[in-house]
């Protein structure tokens, strides 16, 4: 895949959104990408919000639970669909990184224009170019395998985002080298993985999004042994994830912009999770300083 910078005009469509639910495909770097799209009839040049879809890859259905925050908060609504076929877990979830974690030696990292957050970068900008706005502004929300691309994304690609929503993700970028990445830091190179990887990843704006109830084991969760080590469940998993990553930045004093917020009563939903005042709070607030 080309960067976003390298994007050449004629992959770009030249049409603005229209108000109300869309659909186009997008040419990003020689791949076709299917964007669901929503825009407020009183739509005033509010940020985009690219929203990530879960497991079951239900893009328009994101895009749907998303209307209610671009009525509300003016935004842009971007949902892609990223099939399983061409985007498998260690493409969308785990962020292109690394193909083969199997072993115990040093990774082979793909090169940097094929990681996943570089794919969410291009589609962003060739937003910007159809709706004719290149400075426009733009925040990320992704649920359950969404959120887990999230974490790899705030951690790994550098961006402008004003806000990073992970929502109720299976797992999650531990900060330490002694995991083994995708569920930590351990294999990558010095450069990805030392304390000032950790140090950038904390200074994210970054809101973990947890729904009180998705304390369930179901069939989707991620029960490999790196993920269990997280916690038992998605809400376990989630504050041992903060907890760790509160007190280490505290522990070396570093900036820590993380915030946690809970969604009471809410499971494993989309729906819900994307329509709940906690969600508009996450992408309004002003980050941590």
Known sequence: MLSPQTLSPQTLSPQTFPAGSSQRSLDIAGEAIEIFAYKPAQYTGGDILLVLHGLGTNAPGYRDYAIPLADKLGFLVIAPLFDRQRFPTWRYQTGGLVRNTRGDGPYTVEPEAQWMGRTFLAIIDAVRAAEGRPQLGYSLIGHSAGGQTLSRFA???PHQAKRIVIANPSTW????AQERFPFGFGGLPAA????????????????LLLGTADNQRDADLNVTAGAERQG???????????RTARDLAQSRGWAFHWTLLEVPGVGHSGRRMLGSDEAAVALTAAPKK
Do not use: C, I, K
Not at 192 to 202: H, K, Q, S, T, V
């Open 232 to 242: 038992a469940n998605r809400f376990e998993r989630g504050h041992n994830f903060y």
């Open 192 to 207: 990805m993985a030392g304390d000032e990887a950790l140090r950038r990843y904390f200074a994210q704006p970054v809101t």
């Open 173 to 176: 970028l531990w900060p330490s």
């Open 155 to 157: 951690a790994f690609t």
